[in-house]
């Protein structure tokens, strides 16, 4: 296995992207992370979306991309694993560029949700749920959310306040991240005062729907000494974990095991804990999903969760900042490139390119990229070199 | 150029309010009352429907406008709610107003733009000598499906224009058009209710083209928005209006006389007609009004007007848009509502 780094990142604005296409999204931030990386070729790609067949009727994307990008004939392929297709995407081609079956292989991902309507869309995602035990019987993402931070309330005394402080701590560093979808502050009287979804998730305890890509760009570390115009970033371990895909068939619901056993692997390939780890971007796509991340990755003990943001704990500047970025809940969440934009802004950050959102002497950072209710899960560990 | 020589609104007295439809469906209807400002919309009875509504509006028209009815060139009925697919509004209207046989008459339909198209045909028609007076009017009884997010605003409501080159309450100044294929809201034959894109109906949709348009309309004209004393845009819910016009860099005292979707609704074809009524209403000699309808599909008309001294004498003639939106109101019931709106099918 060779030593990997990451030479190059690119992403533009999420949001609704009414006037450009599937295709548009993902070249224009390809060319941004080829750019970056300052190389003329690449080798191989690999293309985190969850479902672009049901959002946009496209399919097949490893041609279309390819294509697109003007990049065939080079082996491209799509990866999907639900909303963890970025994150599995981008150790595809770790694994593709440590193995040496190829040298510079860009990882990107991407997912256009905004062209159905809120019906279409929910549709779309629940496909990440079991079909035949779970969304057969009508519930959908939301629903399974509120049902683990409701157990998660019942079993730890965790409160609304503590939910809401998750999504004012995100959006407080989304307001500081220019390519996000929603960069505004919110209080907590916002977020618990907002329409009720799925008790006691609210609307603004939901991270949004959204069109977006992101893309990085991974060679040896060797030749990114050589290639790359700036300091590279070497990935310490890539980890991936999968769990039963339906929320009634696990003994306990608010422990997200998935993300445990990924995190667990990628300490030990890395020789790490959580105490090394500068900061973390989790898959916040509830409040309380932060909330069981945070715990499954061993930053705070089962149960404790939700006083990381209460706390302020999880701040920018505090114990072990979470989400810089803004997170799911503020940056947005195209789902197949919530896992590459997690590695992004790791990559951003230990590059010191992170503004006012910037976290101060940051040397390793890690993401937490999870499909559905972590029924899968991939973690990774980036570090300056 | 020519101008508007007379003008009127109705409305029906019915109202629903945004609780009343929120209890129903379950939905938050305080959510709809920030999110959308709105807190009611008007709901024509059972027996009322555009070609009624557009006569009432008419008769009002004719009253400012003082003139023999027969003098009437062209009848133009804009709605997206014509009674039938096939038999024409506008004859109905010219002959209940005394203007048939030597008038021209057509039904236009471009969702929300229709009433402001039927303006802008007749302020060509008599500017190029074809007509001496043409009738413009949107009209509509708007439908939302039920529980669709549009149930809360799709209302009920006219405004018609005597426009002509005589001595009138307005001289049009300006005329503009902004036009783009957008398929934001559509209805096909035989649908019962519209169907609509969600939020695409808004920035790329709405705003793109209210803005577009306004833009275009003061560039042509020279014009910023502080030589308005108004300005009146298309009202699909409270909130649109006020935003474009406070990002073109409008106040809220221009928009407010005219901004009558909060306890209307939106009145389609009618909205922002409607909105100049009540604009003209209060209007002096003199003032500069910036209107801009909004039709999906999609595209924009704009105009400047220029209020003249007629207006004093003419607007008392007839009920004042406001003065009948917040006077005798009958509140009823989603059961009657849904009754009124034949939303219930009856037995065979």
Redesign the interface.
Request: proline share 12%; aromatic share 12%; hydrophobic share 25%.
């Given at each position: 296995m060779r030593d990997v780094a990451v030479i190059g990142v690119g992403m533009q604005k999420w949001g609704e992207l009414w006037e450009k296409s599937l295709r548009d999204i993902f070249t224009e931030s390809a060319l941004l992370a080829i750019d970056d990386a300052g190389v003329d070729h690449i080798d191989a790609m690999y293309v985190g979306c969850m479902t672009s067949g049901l959002f946009v009727g496209q399919e097949h994307l490893g041609s279309v991309m390819a294509d697109y990008l003007g990049v065939a004939p080079i082996p491209s392929v799509r990866v999907e694993s639900a909303c963890a297709s970025g994150g599995v995407a981008f150790r595809q081609a770790f694994i593709d560029v440590a193995s040496g079956v190829h040298d510079i292989v860009l990882a990107g991902g991407v997912e256009k949700m905004n062209d159905i309507d809120g019906g279409g869309a929910t549709h779309a995602l629940s496909t990440a749920a079991d079909a035949e035990y779970e969304v057969y019987h009508g519930v959908t993402f939301p629903g399974l959310y509120a049902m683990m931070a409701v157990d998660h309330m019942h079993k730890y005394g965790t409160t609304r306040d503590q939910l809401s402080h998750v999504a004012v701590k995100n959006h407080r560093n989304g307001s500081r991240n220019p390519l996000a979808q929603y960069p505004y502050e919110l209080t907590l009287e916002q977020v618990a005062g907002s329409l009720l979804v799925a008790d006691p998730i609210t609307i603004l305890d939901c991270s949004p729907i959204t069109d977006g890509a992101a893309a990085a760009i991974l060679c040896p570390l060797d030749m990114a000494k050589r290639l790359s115009k700036r300091p590279p970033v070497k990935v310490l371990a890539s980890a991936h974990a999968t769990d039963t895909i339906a929320l009634h068939s696990r003994p306990d619901i608010s422990w997200l095991s998935a993300v445990e056993k990924a995190g667990e692997k990628a300490y030990k390939a890395a020789g790490l804990g959580p105490k090394d780890i500068s900061f973390v971007e989790v898959h916040d796509c509830f409040t309380i999903a932060e909330i069981c991340a945070i715990e499954a990755l061993g930053f705070f003990e089962r149960g404790k969760g939700g006083r990381g943001a209460e706390s302020g704990e999880t701040a920018v500047g505090g114990r072990i900042p979470v989400n810089p970025s803004g997170g799911l809940k503020s940056k947005g969440h195209p789902v197949g490139a919530t896992g590459v934009a997690q590695v992004l802004e790791v990559v951003k950050q230990l590059r010191g390119e992170c503004g006012g959102r910037q976290v101060k002497g940051a040397t390793i950072g890690m993401t937490q990229n999870m499909g559905g209710v972590a029924g899968s899960c991939a973690v990774h560990i980036l570090g300056s070199v | 150029m020519a101008g508007i020589i007379g003008y009127g609104a109705y409305m029906p007295r019915n109202r629903i309010k945004v609780e009343e439809i929120a209890k129903v469906w379950g939905a938050?209807a305080p959510?709809y009352k920030k999110g959308l400002m709105l807190r009611e919309k008007a709901v024509p009875s059972p027996d009322q429907d555009t070609i009624t509504m557009a006569v009432e509006a008419t008769k009002h028209a004719l009253r400012r406008a003082k003139i023999d009815p027969k003098r009437i060139g062209a009848v133009y009925v804009g709605s997206e709610s014509h009674p039938y697919a096939v038999k024409p509004s506008g004859t109905v209207l010219a002959d209940a107003i005394g203007a048939t046989p030597e008038v021209h008459c057509a039904d236009f339909e471009f969702a929300c733009k229709a009433g402001s198209e039927a303006m802008f045909v007749c302020m060509g028609l008599a500017d190029g000598g074809a007509i001496e007076y043409g009738l413009a009017v949107g009209a509509d009884t708007s439908q939302g499906a039920p529980g669709d997010a549009l149930e809360y605003s799709a209302a009920a409501g006219a405004a018609a224009f005597i426009i002509g080159k005589g001595p009138g309450v307005a001289k049009v100044l300006t005329t503009y058009a902004f036009m783009t294929d957008t398929p934001d809201f559509w209805r096909r034959e035989h649908m019962h209710y519209p169907r609509h894109?969600?939020?695409?109906t808004g920035?790329?949709a709405y705003f793109k083209h209210v803005l577009g348009c306004a833009k275009g309309l003061m560039e042509k004209a020279g014009a910023k928005p502080a030589d308005f004393a108004y300005a009146v845009f298309h009202q699909p819910n409270g909130k649109f209006p006020m935003r474009a016009g406070q990002m073109l860099g409008f106040k809220k005292e221009q928009i407010e006389p005219g901004w009558l979707s909060p306890t209307l609704g939106n009145t389609y074809s009618g909205s922002s007609p409607m909105g100049l009524t009540a604009t003209l209403d209060v209007a002096k000699p003199g003032d500069r009004i910036l209107m801009v309808s909004y039709g999906s599909g999609a595209g924009s008309d704009g105009f400047i007007y220029e209020v003249t001294d007629r207006i004093e004498e003419v607007r008392d003639a007839a009920p004042k848009t406001r003065a009948m939106l917040d006077a005798n109101k009958r509140y009823i019931d989603y059961g009657t509502y849904a009754k009124f709106r034949r939303k219930i099918r009856m037995g065979e």
């Open positions: - | 938050d959510s894109a969600g939020r695409f920035e790329p």
